[in-house]
């Protein structure tokens, strides 16, 4: 079979892993697969697409069977178990140079605003980490949602400490979950650069305040420690930042994108702006930059 391949968010950044598995699945049945391009006929097009807010394909594709999947088409079915069980491709994103994958899938939680639950289920083992390494790259990218839910999750963490591996947990971590004992096997693990936490709500603060403290005496470097920072209420996001930022804990802003993919608010937008672009937080207060931002788009 001619099969092609279409990664809808844009294929230049971060791989697809769905699309990964399809394209080593299909070469190892002999199948030819490569990236589409609009002047080939394919028996099938796999078009793949993780965020709701991202235009769709509207491009005339020549091909007997078009088969479309992924969060961003509100598809919440798993590849077929074979697929799933089949190690990445890595050589369709030859600039990417890391280990992609997940030692658990699924989540204990139900926050409204995720879709993990509802896509997962609820949180089950799914690899090893050796499973997900790549043969040919010392640093793994876990996708995990909840991984120190899991005792699985947990007993891979403590064997991968001391292991000549660098890793990063880029969903965030659930702050809820880190005692002195789990602080102990993160402090052990290698990073490639965070140490990512999740601050969605003012609640978490006095969570994260003492998981931060446990990180720290179990000898995570502060200067590692990261958290997401959920903006839906401007004011009260403000005020975690704040928070945070007094912690010692770098923040990051994610507007809030809603399952229809809703593009945010501009003041939400402004806001992460604001926090994310650290030349611009480190000059001036969001009061300030709100205020120059209103007088700009009023043409004063």
């Known amino acids: 079979m001619n099969i092609a391949l ?71 079915t798993n590849l077929p178990p074979e697929v799933e069980a ?35 289920g609820y949180i089950h083992p799914a690899a090893t980490w050796e499973q997900v390494k790549r ?70 603060l006095p969570v994260i305040e003492q998981a931060a403290a446990y990180l720290r005496e179990a000898g995570v470097a502060p200067s590692r420690l990261w958290a997401y920072v959920l903006v839906q209420d401007v004011p009260d996001a403000h005020r975690r930042v704040l928070a945070l930022e007094k912690m010692g804990i770098t923040p990051f802003a994610q507007p809030y994108r809603d399952y229809d993919g809703g593009e945010p608010p501009n003041e939400q937008k402004a806001f992460a702006r604001w926090v994310n672009i650290r030349s611009v937080h480190n000059s001036c207060t969001w009061e300030n930059y709100n205020d120059t931002r209103r007088r700009t788009r009023n043409g004063r």
């Not at 899991?150 to 963490?157: A, D, M, T, V, Y």
């Open 86 to 120: 089949t190690p990445p491709d890595y050589s369709i994103y030859p600039h990417y140079k890391r280990a992609v994958g997940f030692l658990t899938r699924g989540c204990i939680r139900g926050c409204p605003w995720c879709i993990v639950p509802r896509k997962e």
């Open 6 to 76: 279409v990664d809808v968010d844009g294929h230049s950044g971060f791989p697809n892993l769905a699309l990964m598995r399809l394209s080593a699945w299909h070469k190892a049945q002999g199948d030819s697969v490569e990236w589409w391009n609009g002047f080939t006929h394919y028996d099938r097009v796999y078009l793949s697409k993780v965020f709701t807010f991202t235009p769709d394909f509207d491009t005339v594709i020549d091909a007997d069977e078009i088969i479309t999947g992924g969060t961003g088409y509100k598809d919440y």
């Open 135 to 204: 043969p040919d790259s010392r640093e793994i990218v876990f996708l995990d949602n909840n991984v120190l839910a899991s005792g699985h999750g947990l007993e891979q963490i403590g064997r991968m400490g001391g292991e000549p591996v660098w890793v990063d947990f880029n969903q965030g971590l659930d702050a809820r979950l880190i005692t002195p004992e789990t602080a102990s096997l993160l402090a052990g693990l290698h990073w490639i650069r965070f140490v990512r936490l999740s601050c969605d709500t003012s609640a978490m």
